[in-house]
Every structure is written in structure tokens, then in C-alpha cells.
């Protein structure tokens, strides 16, 4: 046997406790204790011998190792393509995995499958049950559509190295067209009924080898665990979290999931305020976010792929409290704020106040943030938002610029934000030019004026995405080409990433 599946006598010794239920493949599967950090990827091709899934790249990038995972939302099932390779196998309790084995049924193939055949959109293969399950996944949601847009958006998570995109277009193409697909043999009823056993409903943990994983279903429940583990890793998407794992090899001693939660998966639009749950993924923040701010919804459109947006979570991307996280400096500009959490006792800190130096956040051991509160439009506000980085799709902000102005009936400057990603240590808002802003004429002679302050606001670095001296001169044209869009909606200044 290789090395890799061997498993040693030590975890073989499972110590505790809850057993770990989930459907796979609509078969009922109780697993005694696994280590908290095993990946579902590791369970399907280690332990199940299920390798039509694949291991490209272990860290959600590539999509060979994509899956369809289940939930229940209230009474109805909703399924998300998702990366197995980053995600534990813990977060699958009371859900349905369906992997490429599993959607052929009594030996035929799926239509999705017979749609890549007829098409010629595989060679070697090994990134084939990838897109399969992509677009498997999609052509059960309720409004697939099948615009050239969608299919771009849908499959830029699915990594192919030989055939090349256009016969994995066509075979997309072909396949949305056709109407009623059969889920084939999973009926949604009786996944539905399957998944509604009351122990669902409590939390649980389980423990080998003295790491313990824990999924609580409360957030009084969240509270007292990391009140007692105040060093746990809490995990929410473990898009962040997954890659300490299979790429860091960190050992993670205790793991505390936020992911059966149902209070923290809620959102509330107020007529002022939306309110995300810390468990809200991307994928449905920008449905609620799009219509208030189309460039928040564009922005979120390239955060990583349909597979990470369906699984990263909008707190987890604050909480990291990484530089070059997307979403800080928008909603940084629209004045956020976080309801943070230790015990019983909440406050209330603006996202601005968040972020203090690289890799430290205002967040103390035992707190967790349990929500984030977004302004709608502020009346008469303009908010733009972009995105720089090499590739359009599944790539990491070089700079990541964000404004919300507004300005009087005489053009005066009467409130302007203006924050960056990739520019400083941490997401951050750019002062000296605000400041040189307010209470001037929204002109291009005011911004050519203000144009020296960036430097004062940021000394970036230079790394592998950008030079420094790109950085700041980029910062600086974001600001004009903002003044520009604000001046005629006609002026193309933005690639759409749309190839009809
Ligand atoms: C392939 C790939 C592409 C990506 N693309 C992008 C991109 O385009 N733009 C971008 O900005 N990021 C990107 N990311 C990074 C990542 O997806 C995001 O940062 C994501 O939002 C993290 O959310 P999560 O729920 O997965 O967090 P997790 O991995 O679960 O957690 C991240 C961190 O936040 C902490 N945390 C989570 N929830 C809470 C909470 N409620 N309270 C306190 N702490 C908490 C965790 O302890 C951990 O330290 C990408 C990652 C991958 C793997
Ligand atoms: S193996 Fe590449 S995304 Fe999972
Ligand atoms: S068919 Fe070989 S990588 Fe896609």
C-alpha cells in the first residue's frame, strides 16, 4: 500500500465520542471518530477508494477534486459545488456528498457526462469529473440559464491544462439547453427526510489523538466553547483554514466549526442596514448585495471561484484580517461594523478600527465576531469598487481600490471614503486624500491636486503581484478613473469578463 494511505496505528485509536452521519452518494454513512482536519478529499480517495475525484493542486484552486455537497435550508435541500481538497470532513455532518461515482445511475451515464463525450471536451482526463460536477451541480439550481457569461463564471474554478475551454463550453452549452434533467435516483424528498433526524439538531464533537473537533448549533454554544478553548481554531468556510492544513501541515489541536449554526447563516435586510450571519457564504451575500451595489456584486463575481464563493464565508474574509482580502476595503468605504462576541457580552467596532497592524486584529482570545452590518445606499452616493490583478478570474488583488463619494448640487465634495487592499499591512483608508478632498469641487484639477498625498498614505511593497511604484501610481488612476465613471456613464473603463 503507499505511504500516503497507509494510517498509523495511533489514529487508528478513535478516543471519542459523537459519530460523524452524512449521505454520500444517497447511501447512510456513521463514522466513528476521524482526525478533525481530514479533508473530505482525503476520506473519498483514502478511505472510500471513490477516486474519480481528483487531487490537483490541495488548495482549491484547480477544481479537479469538486464535489456537490447538499443542505438543508429549512425544509428544502439546496446543493453547491464545492472543493473537497479544503474542506473537512467534519462540516459533513447531516449533509449529502454526491461525487462523480454517484451520479450515473443503474450504468448509464449522466446527461452531463454524455454532453463532455459528445463534445470531445476531454483528453488525459484527470480534470474531467471536475467540470462533470460543476456542471451536475448547476443544472439542478433554479435558474440555470446558460448564457456564455454564466457558463465563463460557472467553470472558472475548473482547471483544464490539454483539451482547452471551447469544447467544455459546448458541452456546457449543450447541456443547459436541455430541460427536466433527473437528479437520478436522489429523490429530494427522501435526501429531505433522511437529513431531518432529530440528532441533526444537537451539537456534537469528536476527538482522536487528543484533537477534538466541535460543532456546535448555537451561538450561546459558540460562546461558552471558545470561552473554555479560548486557543481554538474556529472555522467557518475553511477556505483560509484548509490550506493551514494540506499545504502549512499545521496540526490543529481544536477545531471549533461554525458551520451548523443556522442563527449565524441568517441575513436581515433592514430599510438602512444589511446584516450578514458570521456563517453567510459569498455566493449568498452577493445576491442581497448586488442590487444596492452592483460593483460589490461584480467584485464578488471574481472572488475566487463559484466553489470558494460557495463555501468562504464575507466574516471569514474580515476576520483573517488579511492585506489583500477583496472585501475590506469595500465595505470598509460604506462604513461597516462588526458585532464581536466573548460570553454573553457583545460590542460594536467599525470595520475601519478592525484592522490595527499586519496580522492583528481587534479581536481578544474567547471573542468571535458573530455579524456584520452593511449601510444600504446612502442617498445621492456614488460607490465604485476595482479589482487589479493578473488574471480576471480566480486571482489575488494586486491593489484593490473602493470610493463612496457624495457631492452637492454644486459639485462641492461633501463626504468622500476612499480605502485600499494590497497597499499597506492591512486594508486601509487612504486619510491624506480624503481629507485634501472634502469641501472641494469634484474636478479633475482637485484630484491632480490631491494626486502627491497618496505617498503620504502608503508606502506599499513590492511582491511577486506588484511593484511598489506600480502599486501607488495604479492607487492614484483608480482615483481618476473613478472621477472619470462618475462623469459619463458611457466611458468604457472596465473589462466585464464577458465573451459572447
Ligand atoms: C482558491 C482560493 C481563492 C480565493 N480567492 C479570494 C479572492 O478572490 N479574494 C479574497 O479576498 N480572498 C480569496 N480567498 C481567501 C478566502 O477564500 C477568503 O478569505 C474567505 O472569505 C475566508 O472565509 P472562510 O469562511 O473560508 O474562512 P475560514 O477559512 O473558515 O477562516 C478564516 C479565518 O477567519 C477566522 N474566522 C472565521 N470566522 C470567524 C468568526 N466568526 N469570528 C472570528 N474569526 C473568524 C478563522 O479562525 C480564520 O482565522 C481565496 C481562497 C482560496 C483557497
Ligand atoms: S485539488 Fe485543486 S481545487 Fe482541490
Ligand atoms: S483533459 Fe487534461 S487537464 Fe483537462
Same mark, same amino acid.
Given at each position: 500500500?503507499?505511504? =500516503?494511505?497507509?494510517?498509523?496505528?495511533?489514529?487508528?485509536?478513535?478516543?471519542?465520542?459523537?459519530?460523524?452521519?452524512?449521505?454520500?452518494?444517497?447511501?447512510?454513512?456513521?463514522?466513528?471518530?476521524?482526525?478533525?482536519?481530514?479533508?473530505?478529499?482525503?476520506? =473519498?480517495?483514502?478511505?472510500?477508494?471513490?477516486?474519480?475525484?481528483?487531487?490537483?493542486?490541495?488548495?482549491?484552486?484547480?477544481?479537479?477534486?469538486?464535489?456537490?455537497? #447538499?443542505?438543508?435550508?429549512?425544509?428544502?435541500?439546496?446543493?453547491?459545488?464545492?472543493?473537497?481538497?479544503?474542506?473537512?470532513?467534519?462540516?459533513?455532518?447531516?449533509?449529502?456528498?454526491?461525487?462523480?461515482? #454517484?451520479?450515473?445511475?443503474?450504468?448509464?451515464?449522466?446527461?452531463?457526462?454524455?454532453?463532455?463525450?459528445?463534445?470531445?471536451?476531454?483528453?488525459?482526463?484527470?480534470?474531467?469529473?471536475?467540470?462533470?460536477?460543476?456542471?451536475?451541480?448547476?443544472?439542478?439550481?433554479?435558474?440555470?440559464?446558460?448564457?456564455?457569461?454564466?457558463?465563463? $463564471? =460557472?467553470?472558472?474554478?475548473?482547471?483544464?491544462?490539454?483539451?482547452?475551454?471551447?469544447?467544455?463550453?459546448?458541452?456546457?452549452?449543450?447541456?443547459?439547453?436541455?430541460?427536466?434533467?433527473?437528479?437520478?435516483?436522489?429523490?429530494?424528498?427522501?435526501?429531505?427526510?433522511?437529513?431531518?433526524?432529530?440528532?441533526?439538531?444537537?451539537?456534537?464533537?469528536?476527538?482522536?489523538?487528543?484533537?477534538?473537533?466541535?460543532?456546535?448549533?448555537?451561538?450561546?454554544?459558540?460562546?461558552?466553547?471558545?470561552?473554555?478553548?479560548?486557543?481554538?481554531?474556529?472555522?467557518?468556510?475553511?477556505? $483560509?483554514?484548509?490550506?493551514?492544513?494540506?499545504?502549512?501541515?499545521?496540526?490543529?489541536?481544536?477545531?471549533?466549526?461554525?458551520?451548523?449554526?443556522?442563527?449565524?447563516?441568517?441575513?436581515?435586510?433592514?430599510?438602512?442596514?444589511?446584516?450578514?450571519?458570521?456563517?453567510?457564504?459569498?455566493?449568498?451575500?452577493?445576491?442581497?448585495?448586488?442590487?444596492?451595489?452592483?460593483?460589490?456584486?461584480?467584485?464578488?463575481?471574481?472572488?475566487?471561484?463559484?466553489?470558494?464563493?460557495?463555501?468562504?464565508?464575507?466574516?471569514?474574509?474580515?476576520?483573517?484580517?488579511?492585506?489583500?482580502?477583496?472585501?475590506?476595503?469595500?465595505?470598509?468605504?460604506?462604513?461597516?461594523?462588526?458585532?464581536?462576541?466573548? #460570553?454573553?457580552?457583545?460590542?460594536?467596532?467599525?470595520?475601519?478600527?478592525?484592522?490595527?497592524?499586519?496580522?492583528?486584529?481587534?479581536?481578544?482570545?474567547?471573542?468571535?465576531?458573530?455579524?456584520?452590518?452593511?449601510?444600504?445606499?446612502?442617498?445621492?452616493?456614488?460607490?465604485?469598487?476595482?479589482?487589479?490583478?493578473?488574471?480576471?478570474?480566480?486571482?489575488?488583488?494586486?491593489?484593490?481600490?473602493?470610493?463612496?463619494?457624495?457631492?452637492?448640487?454644486?459639485?462641492?465634495?461633501?463626504?468622500?471614503?476612499?480605502?485600499?487592499?494590497?497597499?499597506?499591512?492591512?486594508?486601509?483608508?487612504?486619510?491624506?486624500?480624503?481629507?485634501?478632498?472634502?469641501?472641494?469641487?469634484?474636478?479633475?484639477?482637485?484630484?491632480?491636486?490631491?494626486?502627491?498625498?497618496?505617498?503620504?498614505?502608503?508606502?506599499?511593497?513590492?511582491?511577486?503581484?506588484?511593484?511598489?511604484?506600480?502599486?501607488?501610481?495604479?492607487?492614484?488612476?483608480?482615483?481618476?478613473?473613478?472621477?472619470?465613471?462618475?462623469?459619463?456613464?458611457?466611458?468604457?473603463?472596465?473589462?466585464?469578463?464577458?465573451?459572447?
Amino acid at each position: 500500500m503507499p505511504r =500516503l494511505y497507509r494510517r498509523s496505528r495511533k489514529t487508528q485509536q478513535q478516543e471519542s465520542s459523537d459519530k460523524l452521519a452524512f449521505l454520500l452518494n444517497g447511501e447512510w454513512v456513521e463514522l466513528d471518530p476521524v482526525s478533525p482536519t481530514l479533508t473530505v478529499l482525503e476520506f =473519498l480517495r483514502r478511505d472510500r477508494r471513490l477516486c474519480g475525484t481528483k487531487e490537483g493542486c490541495a488548495e482549491g484552486d484547480c477544481g479537479a477534486c469538486t464535489v456537490t455537497i #447538499g443542505e438543508l435550508h429549512g425544509s428544502k435541500i439546496k446543493y453547491q459545488a464545492v472543493n473537497s481538497c479544503i474542506c473537512f470532513v467534519g462540516s459533513l455532518h447531516g449533509k449529502h456528498l454526491i461525487t462523480v461515482e #454517484g451520479i450515473k445511475q443503474n450504468g448509464k451515464l449522466h446527461p452531463v457526462q454524455q454532453c463532455m463525450i459528445s463534445s470531445h471536451a476531454s483528453q488525459c482526463g484527470f480534470c474531467t469529473p471536475g467540470f462533470v460536477m460543476s456542471l451536475y451541480t448547476y443544472c439542478y439550481q433554479q435558474e440555470p440559464g446558460f448564457s456564455r457569461q454564466k457558463i465563463n $463564471d =460557472l467553470l472558472a474554478g475548473n482547471l483544464c491544462r490539454c483539451t482547452g475551454y471551447r469544447p467544455i463550453v459546448t458541452a456546457a452549452q449543450k447541456l443547459l439547453k436541455r430541460k427536466n434533467l433527473s437528479r437520478y435516483g436522489y429523490s429530494d424528498q427522501a435526501v429531505t427526510a433522511q437529513l431531518k433526524k432529530n440528532h441533526f439538531k444537537k451539537s456534537h464533537s469528536f476527538s482522536v489523538n487528543d484533537a477534538t473537533y466541535h460543532s456546535p448549533v448555537s451561538s450561546d454554544e459558540l460562546a461558552t466553547l471558545l470561552q473554555d478553548h479560548p486557543k481554538a481554531t474556529l472555522v467557518a468556510g475553511a477556505t $483560509d483554514v484548509g490550506l493551514w492544513v494540506t499545504k502549512q501541515q499545521q496540526k490543529l489541536d481544536c477545531i471549533i466549526s461554525i458551520e451548523r449554526i443556522d442563527a449565524l447563516k441568517t441575513t436581515r435586510v433592514g430599510k438602512d442596514m444589511v446584516s450578514f450571519g458570521a456563517g453567510v457564504s459569498l455566493s449568498e451575500a452577493r445576491q442581497v448585495l448586488m442590487s444596492d451595489y452592483p460593483d460589490l456584486g461584480e467584485l464578488i463575481r471574481r472572488f475566487g471561484s463559484e466553489q470558494i464563493r460557495n463555501r468562504a464565508t464575507v466574516v471569514g474574509n474580515i476576520a483573517n484580517g488579511s492585506p489583500i482580502g477583496d472585501l475590506a476595503p469595500a465595505l470598509m468605504v460604506l462604513d461597516a461594523k462588526l458585532t464581536l462576541r466573548v #460570553g454573553s457580552y457583545r460590542r460594536f467596532v467599525k470595520l475601519d478600527d478592525f484592522f490595527i497592524d499586519y496580522g492583528k486584529q481587534d479581536i481578544k482570545p474567547g471573542e468571535f465576531i458573530e455579524s456584520i452590518q452593511i449601510p444600504r445606499v446612502f442617498k445621492d452616493a456614488m460607490f465604485s469598487v476595482y479589482k487589479l490583478s493578473k488574471r480576471f478570474d480566480q486571482d489575488i488583488s494586486a491593489v484593490c481600490g473602493a470610493f463612496n463619494l457624495q457631492v452637492d448640487d454644486e459639485g462641492i465634495i461633501k463626504d468622500i471614503r476612499i480605502a485600499f487592499g494590497g497597499m499597506a499591512g492591512i486594508p486601509k483608508r487612504a486619510s491624506n486624500v480624503e481629507q485634501a478632498l472634502m469641501d472641494e469641487s469634484w474636478s479633475l484639477q482637485t484630484i491632480n491636486k490631491v494626486m502627491p498625498l497618496f505617498e503620504a498614505d502608503f508606502q506599499p511593497i513590492t511582491d511577486c503581484r506588484a511593484s511598489a511604484e506600480y502599486r501607488i501610481l495604479a492607487a492614484r488612476n483608480l482615483l481618476k478613473r473613478f472621477f472619470l465613471e462618475t462623469q459619463s456613464e458611457s466611458i468604457e473603463t472596465r473589462l466585464s469578463g464577458a465573451v459572447e
